[in-house]
Each structure stands twice: as structure tokens, then as C-alpha cells.
């Protein structure tokens, strides 16, 4: 397993570069080592600007580079220059970075807050659409009861119908009982006044024909005593024939009398079971008529019952679709919620370790800072006196500079995406 790249290997290619007039950066000491990323690289970089000036010094405890007595003089102000240049390459860098990480931190901040603005917009219109549908449910659960109660109301008319139809039925089958019983009496009628008609013709023609056949047998009779009695034999004839006739049309009007009396009765008779007929006919009409009605009315109940039922379960089913439909709302909630509150997490473990970072750089630099003011007098003079070539070397190496400041923001955002 190969070993990964240690302190003693950077500093030992740092002051190799050192030594042949290069600054050392990330990049060229990754290059004099052919391995290590910058990530591992940077960190021991660092440690050892700053403890150079203690090494140049000879104040550095447990340093294997040379005492300055043994290093040449240009060697020394280049170093020197070289750590110049280092602490305020330091110096940008982690001001850069502190201000990368405070804006970083407030770009999460605000991302944080509109995320919780709209986790808490989600939250208000999930809350009203929860709201809306339990109003929807309620008032579908309320027209559901209303059509069952119309439902219920239309099974009583149905059932009222029902009756009513019986009833109807009833009265109908009595009337025409009632009427076929009026028919038989009228025939009955009938028949009675047709055999008084025919016993009232046959009494009246057996009277006629005896008093015919008496007439005869008187008149015979006289006849017989026309010989004898002329005169007497014509006036008995004449008050045998008054007597006949008399006799014989008081028998027809009597007769004739029996035989209109019985017509007026028969008359009547008719006039009483037409009325009756008509009565019964009016009322027959009238009971079919209602009966008719409640026949289309127990229709109309029976369709308008159908309507509800198709209705209560058209209501049902839309319920139904409701509730599912807020159970899946509350569900995707829920869900949503789990993934923001995921989120909000990772939001928080990000911004720590932002917090984290800035306060290490925060150290680093008031840790560079001290160093700087402990190096800062003795460095003073040779500052000084290569101040020109200070300013030649800084143009030089601005270069390197930023492709390090580069190197080592992508190895840092490499961090934090790992």
C-alpha cells in the first residue's frame, strides 16, 4: 500500500526549490515530488512559511535547515523576500478565503431563509388545500345526506303511491262489483217489466175474448128471443150492449190505467239505473283517472328515486376521490416535509463546517499575523535593502501566485463537495 505524502517531504522540496531561486508553491512542489494533491500539499506548504523565518533566524527548535551563518547572503535575502512575499500571499489568501466563506455563509443563510419562506408558503397552501378539500368532503358528505334524505322522502311518496294505487285498485274493483251488481238488478228490472208487460197482454186478451165470446152468446140469446119479445128482446139487447160496453171500457181503461202506470215505473225504472249508470260510469272514470295519476306518479317517485340513488352514488364515488386525493396530499406532505427537514439539515451541517473553516482561517491568519510581528524586526534591514528586487520578484511571481490560489480553492471546493 503506498504511502501518502508527509510533512518532512513537502519541507524538503520546498527547500530544494528554495535553494535553486524558486518561490515554492503547491504546484512546483507537487512537481519536484511527482505526487501528492494539493489538498495534503497545501496544508504542509503553510507550516512551513511559517516557521521559515525562524529558520532563516536560526531560532527554529528541531529544524534540519542550515544556521544563516552557513547559507549565502543572496540565498538569504531571497528567502527572506520569498517569505515577504509567502505571508502576503498567506495574508490575500486567507482573506479570500475568509470572505469566500462569509459569502458563502450568507448565500446559505439566504438560501436557508427562502427555502423556509417557501417550506412555510408550501406548508400554508397544503394547510389550505387540506382545508378545502375537508370543506369539499364536508359538503359532499352533506349533499350525500340530503339526497339520502330525498331518497328517504321519495320511498314514502313511493310507498304512499303504493298505497293510494291499492286503494284505487280497491275502490275500482267495488265500483264495478257495484256496477255489475246495478246491471244484473236492471236486467233483472227488465226482464221483471217485460214478463208484467206480457202477463198484462195476455190477461188483457183473455178479458177481450170472453167479453167478445159473452157478447156473442147475448146477442145469440137475443136473437133467440127476437121472435118473442121484439121490443124487449131490443131493449135488453140495447142494456146488454150499454152494459158491455160499459163494462168493457171500464175493463180498458182499468187495463190501459195498469198498463201506463207500469210503463211510467219502467220508465222510471230506466231513468234511475241510467242515472245509477252514469253515477257509477262518472265514478268508474274518475277512480281510473286516479289511479291513472298515481300510477304516474309512482313512476315519477320511481324515476326520481333511481336519479337519487345514481346521484347519492355518484356522491359516493366523488367522495371517495376526494378522501384518496387528500390522503396522497398528505402523503406528498409529508414527504416533502421529510425532504426539507433533509435539507435544512444539510444546510446546517454545511454552514457549521463553513463556521468551522472560518474561524481555523480566522486562527491561521492571527496565527501568520504573530508570526509576521515576531520575524518583523529582524527581517526589517534586509527588507530594506532589497526592496527593489522585493518588488521585481513579487511581479515575477504574481503569476505563480494566483495558479496556487487556484489549485488550492479547487482542492478546498473538492473538500466540500466530499
Do not use: Y
Not at 512542489?29 to 512559511?49: E, I, Y
Not at 502576503?88 to 478565503?97: C, H, K, N, V
Not at 183473455?206 to 133467440?224: G, I, M, Q, T
Request: glycine share 6%; charged share 25%; aromatic share 2%.
Amino acid at each position: 500500500m503506498a504511502i501518502g505524502i508527509q510533512a518532512t517531504d513537502v519541507w524538503m522540496a520546498a527547500d530544494a526549490l528554495l535553494r535553486a531561486g524558486e518561490q515554492p508553491t503547491i504546484e512546483r512542489v507537487r512537481g519536484h515530488l511527482g505526487r501528492g494533491s494539493p489538498n495534503t500539499v497545501g496544508p504542509h506548504l503553510k507550516a512551513w512559511f511559517r516557521t521559515l523565518g525562524e529558520r532563516l533566524d536560526g531560532a527554529g527548535q528541531g529544524s534540519e535547515a542550515p544556521a544563516p551563518g552557513d547559507m549565502p547572503v543572496a540565498v538569504i535575502q531571497a528567502a527572506r523576500v520569498l517569505w515577504d512575499n509567502a505571508m502576503a500571499s498567506a495574508q490575500r489568501e486567507s482573506a479570500l478565503a475568509i470572505a469566500d466563506a462569509q459569502a458563502a455563509i450568507t448565500t446559505a443563510q439566504q438560501a436557508l431563509a427562502q427555502e423556509r419562506d417557501a417550506v412555510a408558503r408550501e406548508q400554508a397552501r397544503l394547510a389550505q388545500r387540506e382545508s378545502d378539500l375537508a370543506a369539499a368532503v364536508t359538503a359532499a358528505h352533506d349533499q350525500a345526506a340530503a339526497a339520502q334524505a330525498r331518497v328517504l322522502a321519495m320511498e314514502g311518496r313511493v310507498r304512499q303511491a303504493e298505497a293510494a294505487t291499492q286503494v284505487a285498485q280497491t275502490q275500482r274493483e267495488e265500483a264495478q262489483a257495484a256496477e255489475r251488481e246495478h246491471r244484473q238488478a236492471a236486467q233483472a228490472a227488465e226482464a221483471a217489466h217485460q214478463r208484467a208487460m206480457a202477463e198484462l197482454k195476455a190477461s188483457h186478451q183473455v178479458a177481450l175474448e170472453a167479453l167478445r165470446a159473452e157478447h156473442r152468446d147475448a146477442l145469440f140469446a137475443a136473437r133467440r128471443e127476437h121472435d118473442a119479445a121484439m121490443k124487449d128482446a131490443q131493449t135488453a139487447h140495447r142494456a146488454a150492449m150499454e152494459q158491455a160496453q160499459t163494462r168493457h171500457a171500464s175493463h180498458e181503461r182499468r187495463w190501459l190505467g195498469e198498463l201506463d202506470a207500469e210503463r211510467q215505473a219502467s220508465r222510471q225504472a230506466h231513468k234511475a239505473l241510467a242515472h245509477e249508470r252514469d253515477a257509477h260510469a262518472a265514478r268508474a272514470t274518475e277512480l281510473t283517472t286516479r289511479l291513472d295519476a298515481a300510477i304516474q306518479a309512482a313512476a315519477v317517485a320511481e324515476r326520481e328515486l333511481a336519479s337519487a340513488s345514481a346521484i347519492g352514488r355518484q356522491w359516493e364515488a366523488r367522495c371517495q376521490s376526494l378522501q384518496e386525493n387528500a390522503d396522497a396530499m398528505q402523503a406528498a406532505l409529508r414527504e416533502r416535509n421529510t425532504d426539507l427537514a433533509t435539507q435544512v439539515d444539510a444546510w446546517r451541517a454545511q454552514c457549521q463546517a463553513m463556521t468551522s473553516r472560518l474561524d481555523r482561517l480566522v486562527e491561521a491568519q492571527s496565527k501568520a499575523k504573530g508570526d509576521e510581528a515576531a520575524t518583523k524586526g529582524g527581517n526589517a534591514a534586509g527588507q530594506a535593502a532589497t526592496k527593489d528586487g522585493h518588488e521585481a520578484d513579487h511581479a515575477a511571481t504574481k503569476g505563480s501566485n494566483a495558479a496556487d490560489d487556484k489549485a488550492s480553492k479547487r482542492g478546498d471546493a473538492a473538500d466540500d463537495t466530499a
